[in-house]
């Protein structure tokens, strides 16, 4: 049971490149989320998704996209990516229960650089 | 405006000692509230949550302990090890269902469990 998965890991990029991250779970999760995290500033929601086929805005949302085309993928792009992208991205999913503690569970991040 | 606040970045502990991590929060519709732990190069894990309507849960060596007079909320570590040394993330969740039920995040506390 791999849980959520992301790829890449690491990339490294140019000012203006585009790329897209992918994140996969394999729990049926219904909620996705897009976070990212850099020092002193904690984790910030940049987008997420409660079902399949939908997406909304959270926290950091520009400067990126995101698309939920099956229940089990959410992914994440940059079309021109800058240096303030330069950061550690987190993906979560949880069950998004309407009672009970909405509990994450998380991928163990890409490593973005932005030259 | 911080709805989750950790005011202490960071938090050193003797090993066999307690170590408590504290939160505060500002909004009063939160339903539940959780602590996640993360080791540096992973994804957060969660660890405890506890229900508004309680004053305390605990799990093996974590008790979390909720003051909603005070808006105030401790995870108690006992005794510390030095595998307990993370980041911990308090976070807050908001109820309800679709785009509404969202968690808040705090900064974080460094917590460094000294052999």
């Known amino acids: 049971n791999a849980g959520v998965t992301q790829t890449p890991k690491f990339r490294v990029l140019k000012t203006g490149q585009s790329m897209t991250l992918l994140c996969a779970q394999d729990?049926?999760?219904?909620?996705m989320y897009w976070y990212r995290q850099d020092p002193g500033m904690g984790l910030r929601l940049i987008h997420y998704?409660?079902?399949?086929?939908?997406?909304a805005k959270g926290e950091v949302p520009d400067g990126y996209n995101v698309s939920r085309l099956k229940k089990q993928n959410f992914l994440l792009g940059l079309e021109s990516a800058a240096p303030s992208q330069t950061s550690v991205y987190f993906c979560?999913?949880?069950?998004?229960?309407?009672?009970?503690?909405?509990?994450?569970?998380f991928g163990a991040g890409s490593r973005l650089t932005v030259l | 405006d911080q709805q989750v606040k950790q005011n202490s970045p960071s938090l050193s502990v003797q090993e066999g000692r307690i170590s408590i991590l504290n939160c505060d929060y500002t909004?009063?519709?939160?339903?539940?509230f959780l602590w996640y732990k993360k080791y540096p190069a992973e994804g957060p894990t969660f660890l405890i949550s506890i229900s508004s309507i309680k004053d305390k849960n605990e799990d093996g060596r974590f008790t979390v302990f909720l003051n909603k007079s005070a808006k105030h909320l401790s995870l108690h570590i006992v005794p510390s090890q030095p595998g307990d040394s993370a980041v911990y993330f308090c976070?807050?969740?908001?109820?309800?269902?679709?785009?509404?039920?969202?968690?808040?995040w705090g900064l974080g506390t460094s917590l460094a469990v000294n052999p």
């Open positions: 979560a999913s949880s069950y998004g229960r309407l009672s009970g503690a909405n509990v994450l569970t």
């Open positions: 909004n009063s519709m939160f339903d539940y």
């Open positions: 998704s409660v079902g399949e086929g939908t997406t």
């Open positions: 729990m049926n999760h219904e909620y």
């Open positions: 976070a807050a969740n908001l109820p309800g269902g679709g785009n509404n039920r969202k968690l808040i």
